[in-house]
């Protein structure tokens, strides 16, 4: 597959053997051929697309060199794209599109990435296996019967498929990193507030971060370069600079210290991909990095609390979802009331009921202090014991995942099993640290041999950490 991997891309174009708009064609041509199998886009702007790449190719032949000239980017579908539809994977915004684009989507546009359609997720980001959508399950690449990940499954699939050369997605609890695990790529959760989320469509917004999801290292650290950075638009963005994450890649692990926590390596963890992990966490060492071990003894915590907490902040974002402004309206109301409960319940599904269901009983009168009140806190202890390990060492290496993807269906009846899923991914969330899944091996199962995930994770606004330790893993 020529020039499905950006640097060779961009190479090419600096020396003229290729144009954006060949490139868009291909990768056009591409998704025609095996997106009707995968499901990972759910809208296609070609027109959009090709035009886009014939600006550029006009810039380019005047001298222009924006640093991501020629990406061909998909855009996960709760990302704002100015004049496209906007569903979240859900039916209540009907035919609804935006008519802003988020300001992630604006950087990478002026620094030449062409976005070229939008890709399939759970429900509003309310899932881990991209099962939960109104355009039906996306697929993994290797595997039809089984789940790309979620919710940025359909991000996941497509740049794993080499329908384009990167993807946004993001991550509330782990959406990024998990389905990057899945489907063998690379996929970047940045700091809190390090990119910012004016136009992305609320899930819960004290987590929701979004990030590249890519086949390489490289790629991911030239996408944050971009992205980074203070938005007035964004009163939670930060306005520190991200330093050269691309420049910082030579840099290794020489020196550092990394730590293994315990109870991501205890029971529950299939032994395959822990084997698969340790066998990658040796590679550090042999590179000069110090292995520790050491203790998160909160992390049991995790899940309860994040699922306390994200509920609840669903439950308030998605009061706006009323049948009244926008998207869908039940007919036949026959008063406001009426208008309010029937549009929400024909519009949203199971997953999305369910959480805004118990976010609204959370934040309920007599159960407030009970639970989101010592969940608050237990999220400040998060944060606690993440400082505490960090006092010793330079970052964190654990599983991404505890098993390799699973079959469609498996969790059907089970949403609990279903959320134990994102147990090593949460606590980035819950304490607002920058996190990557690198592929770091597979595993045979069934007869498939699947992709397993070693995650990192480093204090705050330290994406180069993660990034040269990544880049460690990747290159061998």
Not at 8 to 17: C, I, M, N, P
Not at 364 to 380: E, I, L, P, T, W
Not at 413 to 419: E, F, I, S
């Amino acid at each position: 597959m020529p020039f499905t991997r950006y640097s060779e891309a961009r190479e090419a174009l600096a020396r003229g053997e290729t144009s954006c708009e060949r490139l868009v064609s291909f990768f056009l041509d591409r998704i025609a051929a095996v997106n009707p199998a995968l499901n990972a886009f759910v809208d296609v702007d070609a027109h959009g697309a090709l035009a886009e790449a014939r600006r550029l190719d006009a810039a380019l032949a005047s001298g222009a060199r924006p640093p991501l000239a020629g990406l061909v980017l998909g855009v996960k579908d709760l990302v704002c794209v100015a004049g496209r539809p906007l569903t979240c994977g859900s039916a209540i915004l009907g035919d609804f599109r935006s008519s802003i684009e988020a300001t992630a989507v604006e950087r990478l546009r002026a620094a030449g990435a062409i976005v070229i359609g939008k890709t399939n997720c759970d429900e509003f980001g309310m899932g881990s296996s991209n099962e939960h959508s109104v355009h039906g399950p996306a697929r993994h690449p290797l595997d039809p019967a089984r789940v790309p990940g979620g919710s940025s499954g359909g991000s996941a699939a497509a740049v794993a498929a080499g329908l384009c050369h990167a993807a946004l997605g993001t991550d509330t609890g782990g959406s990024i990193r998990q389905p990057a695990a899945f489907c063998g790529i690379v996929g970047l959760k940045p700091t809190y507030g390090r990119v910012s989320r004016w136009g992305l469509v609320a899930y819960a917004s004290s987590f929701d971060t979004i990030g590249p999801m890519t086949p390489d290292v490289e790629l991911s650290a030239r996408m944050l370069a971009v992205m980074a950075g203070s938005d007035p638009r964004d009163a939670t963005s930060c306005d520190e600079p991200p330093g050269d994450p691309v420049g910082s890649l030579a840099e290794g692990v020489r020196g550092l210290r990394v730590g293994l926590p315990t109870e991501y390596f205890a029971e529950g963890l299939d032994p395959s991909v822990r084997s698969c992990v340790l066998a990658a966490v040796d590679r550090l060492a042999a590179a000069g990095a110090e292995i520790v071990e050491v203790s998160l003894p909160l992390t049991r915590y995790g899940i309860a609390a994040y699922y306390v907490l994200t509920t609840a902040e669903a439950s308030s974002n998605l009061s706006r979802y009323d049948g009244v402004r926008y998207g869908r309206r039940a007919l036949g109301a026959r008063d406001l009331q009426e208008v309010y409960t029937r549009s929400r319940d024909e519009g949203f599904g199971d997953e999305v009921k369910r959480r805004v269901l118990l976010g609204t009983w959370v934040l309920s009168s007599g159960y407030y202090d009970a639970y989101y009140g010592r969940a608050q806190k237990a999220r400040a202890l998060f944060r606690d014991d993440f400082e505490r390990a960090f006092a010793s060492v330079d970052l964190l290496a654990t599983p991404t995942t505890p098993r390799p993807a699973f079959r469609a269906g498996a969790h059907a009846d089970d949403p609990l099993a279903m959320y134990l899923e994102d147990v090593y991914t949460v606590g980035a969330n819950l304490a607002g640290l920058p996190a990557l899944s690198v592929p770091c091996g597979t595993v045979a199962d069934a007869g498939v041999e699947l992709p397993v995930g070693l995650q990192f994770l480093a204090p705050r606004l330290r994406e180069d950490l993660v990034l040269r330790a990544a880049r460690v893993i990747e290159v061998g």
